[in-house]
């Protein structure tokens, strides 16, 4: 086998850097893992704010990276060479070892474009999101509860008669006018079919009569704990089901779709997500009850021994009094592609719905003392970590509220887990002021989704208020005080597009509609470096996997995207013009503009 020369000529800094050091380790490829990958960069100095913790210095130098052993990177600085008129005689001036040369050898000047890790989504739902970018189900917002049904006409068109309909993503506060929708509009036009159909939060379900029937919920039916039926004023259902009553249905919902039906969502969502420069992703359990995590190791391991999987999955289920999910995970899934890396728990709910824990109540209150509530007691919570953390397990807590997030740390701080593992915090919307500076000290990470931001606008305001405010998403705060940040989409609810949620991370505007201009709290902007580093290396580190990605560092798997225009050259509302080139997963090419 061959290897691929990534080479970047960078011609505008090319006549000021004429002396450069740089030398490729010759190795020799092992033929199980395949063809070594040399990674030639050129550095822009105005880049190199993006590797200024030393992982690799790119400053004035030039950088040779020889991946070998699935795309693990060494680097050596011994031998001097120079610059040429491109990369290509560059390469043809220097030669390479001839371990490293075959007769199909391509090499490929990028030129002025950025070559950085891999983007690492560190919060998203797999199942889920390639359910609903398949032809199985369908996703959007709509502009109204009449729209929304609407809407659900050519799903309907192409799915076999009396099959369930199930779509995510409507946001009531959003339509015009607002207002939560009522199983009577879906029976207009669905009478006989089963809908479901999920808030963009998946926290709230609605449902038509037909889906009640088939689902077997009645009037006299007891949700379970954390969940709720909602029903109107002559206690007839409504159709809206929420939290842990809306969650626990989804595996009824989705159980028509064959394997093979979910296999090739699982391809094309991979596709979407290399065509978006992701290399890797953590999937994380959906729901805290038993055996609904959604985290399929099935699907994914039949896309590993068929060859298939082209993203690296770190797996983090449900954390439960029994606790050998994770290990039988482990057991049986021990490659570089797929793995099981820790637990996953919840203690609250979502702000819009008033279901996240806050330690004051609610600007709008709905009633007296409308705090939220905790999904499971802080003590039931502790009794959860403690075993965990002391068999030396991460734990990654999904907590919104300010209170949810206070008692977290509680229970963190008092069960660490041994390094090199992590903790992580998940959401983090809601701070109390004290709180922010406290992850740093417990090495806690703070797992954030930067399009959450904007999701509702006018959202925090009404619900929390002006004194909250502040302390809400304190990205600057957090890595001011030496906090970790890792990013994420928390996919389906937001899109996986990296770019859009560096920009929103770096202007503080929703990625669609660029709003507010100034930005919202613009004091908590970070730089295009700070954000970038969020999504690569503190997204590794919430995988658990920070010595082997995120960076561009010796023995680090070639995990790496291509972007241009290179985006530190952009001004920071400009971002978005930055467009995936190239992505690489250990060292293979899975995506090509």
Request: with cysteine.
């Amino acid at each position: 086998q061959s290897p691929v020369i990534i080479a970047v000529s960078d011609k505008k800094y090319r006549e000021k850097l004429s002396k450069l050091n740089a030398a490729v380790m010759g190795v020799d490829s092992d033929p199980y893992y395949g063809a070594p990958t040399v990674v030639l960069v050129l550095a822009d100095p105005k880049a190199s704010t993006f590797v200024e913790d030393g992982s690799c210095v790119l400053e004035n130098m030039m950088l040779a990276s020889h991946a070998c052993g699935l795309g693990s990177v060494w680097i050596h600085r011994e031998r001097e060479i120079f610059d040429s008129e491109d990369g290509k005689a560059l390469l043809r001036e220097w030669g390479l070892p001839e371990a490293l040369r075959g007769d199909a050898t391509e090499v490929i000047d990028y030129g002025d474009a950025l070559i950085m890790p891999g983007f690492h989504d560190a919060h998203l739902h797999y199942f889920h999101s390639a359910l609903y970018l398949s032809p199985l189900a369908e996703r959007f917002v709509g502009e109204n509860e009449a729209d929304a049904v609407a809407r659900l006409a050519p799903l309907a068109a192409r799915r076999p008669a009396g099959s369930w309909l199930l779509t995510q993503g409507w946001r009531d506060y959003l339509w015009n006018p607002a207002g939560m929708p009522s199983r009577a509009s879906l029976d207009a036009a669905y009478p006989d079919r089963p809908v479901a159909m999920y808030s963009g939060d998946a926290h709230t379900l609605w449902l038509n009569s037909c889906a009640l029937e088939r689902l077997g919920i009645t009037e006299e039916s007891e949700p379970p704990a954390g969940g709720s039926y909602d029903k109107d004023a002559d206690g007839h259902l409504t159709g809206i089901v929420r939290e842990a009553a809306a969650m626990e249905l989804m595996p009824r919902i989705v159980a028509e779709f064959s394997q093979e039906e979910l296999l090739d969502a699982y391809r094309s969502f991979e596709r979407y997500l290399n065509e978006h420069g992701i290399t890797g992703v953590c999937d994380v359990s959906l729901m805290a009850m038993p055996g609904l995590d959604f985290v399929r190791d099935d699907l994914f391991g039949a896309l590993e021994e068929a060859d298939e999987l082209t993203v690296r999955v770190s797996m983090f289920p449900t954390l439960l009094e029994d606790r050998s999910r994770l290990a039988a995970l482990q057991a049986a899934h021990t490659g570089p592609l797929l793995s099981a890396r820790g637990f996953k728990q919840f203690f609250d709910g979502v702000s819009s719905q008033h279901t996240a824990w806050v330690h004051d109540p609610y600007t709008n209150a709905r009633f007296e003392g409308d705090c939220g509530r905790p999904t499971v007691a802080a003590e039931a919570m502790e009794a959860l970590v403690a075993p965990a953390a002391a068999e030396g397990s991460p734990v990654r807590i999904h907590a919104i509220g300010d209170e949810a997030i206070h008692r977290c740390l509680d229970i963190f701080e008092a069960h660490p887990v041994a390094s090199p593992a992590h903790h992580a915090i998940e959401h983090l919307e809601n701070f109390q002021p004290n709180d922010i500076a406290r992850l740093a000290r417990a090495d806690i990470i703070a797992s954030v989704q930067p399009r959450h931001i904007t999701l509702d606008p006018g959202g925090p305001e009404r619900d929390l208020g002006p004194e909250r405010i502040p302390y809400m998403w304190p990205f600057r705060a957090l890595l001011d005080s030496g906090a970790t940040l890792a990013f994420g989409t928390d996919s389906p609810v937001t899109d996986i597009d990296p770019i859009d949620a560096v920009y929103t991370a770096v202007t503080r505007r929703d990625a669609d509609t660029h709003e507010p201009l100034e930005g919202w709290l613009p004091e908590e902007r970070i730089t295009l470096a700070e954000a970038l580093r969020a999504y690569t290396a503190g997204s590794a580190a919430a995988a658990q996997r920070e010595g082997e990605l995120g960076q561009l560092a010796p023995g680090m798997f070639a995990d790496i995207v291509i972007l241009d225009p290179n985006p530190f050259e952009l001004a920071p509302e400009d971002i978005q013009q930055a467009k995936v080139q190239a992505t690489y997963v250990a060292g293979k090419k899975v995506y090509g503009r």
